[in-house]
């Protein structure tokens, strides 16, 4: 029996909002939302990160959040919809279990993403010349 929260869920042993299911995809909705509509969408099978999920996996995971990000705008009436992962403890990552947050935005939340602070130029050319050399 597995301890992970998520695949409680697809097993049916927690029960939960469903969205969506496929056969390799599964999505409902989070219970501590950003905003009402905040959906997850998983692998059906364990897998712990983006890093260890299947290309073809995480392909079908964005296609689905892809679809709910649609019907969330056009059914829920949210202005914009944010599509996140987080991936390790320090991304803040909780359950260790890979997700895709489709989180709606309604125009007058409190919720706040990617607050940062201009880099230099010299630094944003390092370190796009090395990741550019690493995925060569």
């Not at 409902?28 to 692998?43: A, E, T």
């Not at 964005?62 to 987080?86: E, F, H, R, W, Y």
């Not at 990617?114 to 010349?129: H, L, N």
Request: with cysteine.
């Amino acid at each position: 029996m597995s301890t992970c929260i998520f695949c409680k869920i697809i097993e049916g042993e927690i029960p939960c909002s469903k969205v969506y299911e496929d056969v390799d995809v599964f999505a409902f909705l989070d219970i501590k939302p950003v905003n009402p509509g905040h959906v997850l969408v998983i692998p059906k099978k364990h897998y712990e990160s983006i890093h260890d999920t299947p290309n073809d996996i995480f392909a079908k995971m964005s296609v689905v959040a892809k679809k709910i990000a649609t019907s969330v705008q056009d059914n829920l009436g949210a202005k914009g919809v944010n599509i996140g992962m987080n991936n390790g403890k320090t991304a803040g990552q909780v359950v260790f279990h890979a997700h895709i947050h489709v989180m709606p935005r309604y125009g007058k939340d409190s919720f706040q993403l990617w607050i940062g602070e201009e880099s230099k130029t010299d630094e944003r050319t390092k370190i796009a010349k090395a990741l550019q050399k690493a995925l060569k």
